[in-house]
């Protein structure tokens, strides 16, 4: 059972021959109560493709499934309703700016058959749950970023939907407040169960809160899989570029390629990256060959985190002794992925 | 008081009964053409602005005829405009002259003014407005309601304010070719009599008229920008 799904869906703008294709054959299955990341630098079609899910972009080929109603197949007044339970929030917020804080989140709920008094009560609850319950009668222009981008996750939520896309929400916020906006999402996320979507450019985003991710690249998802899996494992070059710029790991070639005194080796010594690609593996292994080997390792670079609750990453170290190539061995056969960069 | 006027203002004074007649015929000639070109002008610039290509309610046919009418009416001078209306008037308003002679020729020229104006403040609403009304579930005419019309109210009336403006300016040229109201009294009286406190009178009323519309407008801008 998946909340949404998308078959081939591939959208071109202009001609088929030579307009261009944001999207080309799609299909990504999305299960209830998921946080599912799409990730991919700009121009790389993850707007276009998010846009696909409520039909603000018409897929050119393809169809969009979303909680049990093909979109693709609805005419235009039935999926304005469909679209009522597929909210959506944005980079710059798009709040109405001659509204209220209080007006803003009610915007969804006109129509909707509450009464003044119950909209009033339920957009009070909103505000409370997004941490703005003082902010009623305030204007958009006098809120900061953060501030706007909890109202506009209230008025997400204002119509009860199953489904919360987020397109670039935290790309105009500083790091801080990127942070909070994202544990919001979670909580949010946990207590309602609501599926979100979540469409990025950065790593750390996926990394925070996402459980699934799809790699964008041309257009095309080239990898997918358990943010772990992905991440752990990058089989694209793309997927490895991104998992650079939130790693050091790399800036060890760069130390290499400039003779610098901290990778000088002398005979016997190696200069090793090690990957910690599966989840049983620790930071102990190290102490282990350390003892078993008698090799003295020191640490270069390291960086590892924990996503989705398993440790990922690896280090950079400096490897000496006289046992060093079954040290080396041993940590393979243990899952650490060795790379020797350089040996005395 | 009557005295300090007829010292002042003697011919106005004098011809105080005219005088009087031209004020209510201005008055009614902006009020009347005033609410006409707010209830067709406005309309007629949402027109304009969302069926344009890649507008809300695109279509090309619609666009393009009111594009064009906008272009014409705009581009002919408000004293041939008249001219040239004559006839419609004296069809449908029964007559060509004096206030109601005159409200069809200065409809014709407030309403595609004004349909520019709506159109250039529609403009300004940012697109994410609109998207985010459309990943909402909103319609194309709800989004016209709810997203356009209220969140360009400042906009709005800032072109309601510049229309009233060259409306009073109108009027007056309309009193040149029969209208009646204060242009045609100050023309008669002041031009041709060569009675200077007329022309003074009514170019103080008119500037105090535009000073207030103005003031008006600024005040609305004001408290509907936020």
Same mark, same amino acid.
């Given at each position: ?35 599912? $990341?799409?990730? $991919? ?18 897929? @050119? ?190 800036? *060890?070639?760069?130390?290499? +390629?400039?003779?610098?005194? *901290?990778?000088?080796?002398?005979? $016997? ?76 | ?23 209510? =015929? ?100 940012? =697109? ?24 360009? @109210? ?13 409306? *009073? ?7 040149? *070719? ?36 103005? +003031?008006? $407008?600024? +005040? ?7």
């Amino acid at each position: 059972m998946n909340v949404i799904k998308l078959e081939h869906v591939s959208k071109t703008f202009g001609r088929e021959t030579d307009g261009v294709h944001a999207v080309r054959d799609v299909t990504i299955h999305i299960a209830p109560g998921e946080i599912f $990341g799409i990730i $991919g630098y700009s121009g790389a079609g993850k707007s276009t493709l998010v846009r696909c899910i409520n039909l603000l972009e018409r897929p @050119t080929a393809g169809t969009v499934t979303v909680d049990g109603q093909e979109l693709t197949r609805m005419p235009e007044r039935e999926l304005r309703q469909a679209r009522k339970k597929i909210s959506m929030i944005f980079q710059l917020f798009n709040l109405m700016p001659s509204r209220t804080v209080e007006q803003n989140v009610a915007f969804p709920l006109k129509g909707s058959g509450l009464s003044r008094e119950e909209t009033r009560r339920k957009v009070l609850e909103l505000l409370e749950l997004v941490g703005l319950p003082d902010k009623a009668e305030a204007y958009p222009s006098q809120l900061s970023g953060g501030q706007k981008q909890r109202v506009a996750i209230a008025r997400a939520l204002a119509s009860d939907p199953k489904v919360l896309l987020c397109d670039e929400a935290t790309s105009a916020l500083d790091p801080q407040t990127t942070q909070s906006i994202l544990r919001l999402i979670k909580d949010i996320n946990q207590k309602t169960g609501i599926t979100v979507v979540v469409i990025t450019h950065e790593m750390a985003v996926v990394k925070e809160i996402c459980h699934r991710v799809a790699v964008m690249d041309k257009g095309r998802v080239v990898e997918e899989g358990s943010v772990f899996e992905v991440f752990s494992n990058p089989q694209q070059p793309v997927t490895r570029s991104f998992i650079a710029t939130t790693s050091n790991l790399g800036k *060890i070639e760069e130390l290499i +390629a400039a003779n610098d005194p *901290i990778v000088a080796v002398k005979p $016997g010594e190696i200069v090793a990256r090690l990957n910690y690609g599966q989840s049983n593996v620790s930071e102990a292994a190290i102490s282990e060959v350390s003892r078993r080997f008698n090799v003295d390792v020191s640490i270069i670079f390291s960086n590892t985190e924990i996503l989705d609750g398993q440790p990922l990453g690896g280090l950079v170290a400096l490897i000496s002794g006289d046992k060093v190539g079954e040290a080396i061995g041993y940590l393979s056969e243990k899952n650490v992925m060795v790379e020797v960069l350089k040996r005395g | 008081m009557g005295d300090l006027l007829s010292s002042i203002i003697p011919n106005v004074v004098a011809r105080a009964p005219q005088f009087w007649k031209a004020c209510q =015929e201005t008055f009614q000639m902006v009020g009347i053409v005033g609410l006409l070109s707010v209830f067709i002008g406005i309309p007629f610039g949402v027109l304009l602005f969302t069926t344009k290509p890649g507008g809300i309610l695109q279509n090309r046919p619609i666009y393009f005829v009111l594009n064009k009418i906008c272009d014409i009416f705009r581009s002919i001078p408000f004293i041939l405009l008249a001219m040239i209306l004559l006839g419609l008037s004296r069809l449908v308003m029964g007559t060509a002259i004096g206030v109601k002679g005159a409200i069809i020729p200065l409809t014709f020229a407030t309403v595609p003014f004004l349909g520019r104006q709506i159109e250039g403040a529609l403009a300004e609403v940012s =697109e994410g407005l609109v998207e985010a009304a459309q990943a909402m579930g909103c319609s194309p005419w709800e989004i016209v309601w709810r997203v356009y019309l209220k969140e360009a @109210t400042p906009g709005i009336a800032r072109g309601v304010t510049i229309t009233l403006v060259s409306l *009073i300016n109108f009027t007056a040229i309309a009193g040149a *070719i029969g209208a009646g109201g204060l242009g045609n009294f100050a023309i008669q009286y002041g031009h041709q009599k060569s009675l200077p406190d007329i022309m003074w009178t009514v170019l103080l009323l008119i500037v105090v008229m535009v000073s207030l519309v103005q +003031a008006i $407008g600024n +005040a609305v801008v004001k408290k509907t920008t936020h």
